[in-house]
């Protein structure tokens, strides 16, 4: 939870995903982050 939520930024990765998505890594390296659309969100949901 600190990882993420602490005082720490995030870090940008600089290349984006196939569709366009932004990565995000954690300070520590021990999380990454991607930004999906809406209509990804209905496809993903049944699968977390």
């Not at 993420?4 to 984006?16: P, T, V």
């Not at 990454?32 to 209905?42: P, Q, R, W």
């Amino acid at each position: 939870m600190m990882a993420i939520c602490g005082n720490d930024a995030l870090r940008e990765l600089a290349s984006l995903g196939k569709r366009g998505s932004l990565f995000y890594l954690t300070q520590d390296d021990r999380f990454m982050i991607k930004t999906i659309k809406k209509s990804e969100v209905k496809v993903s949901l049944p699968f977390l």
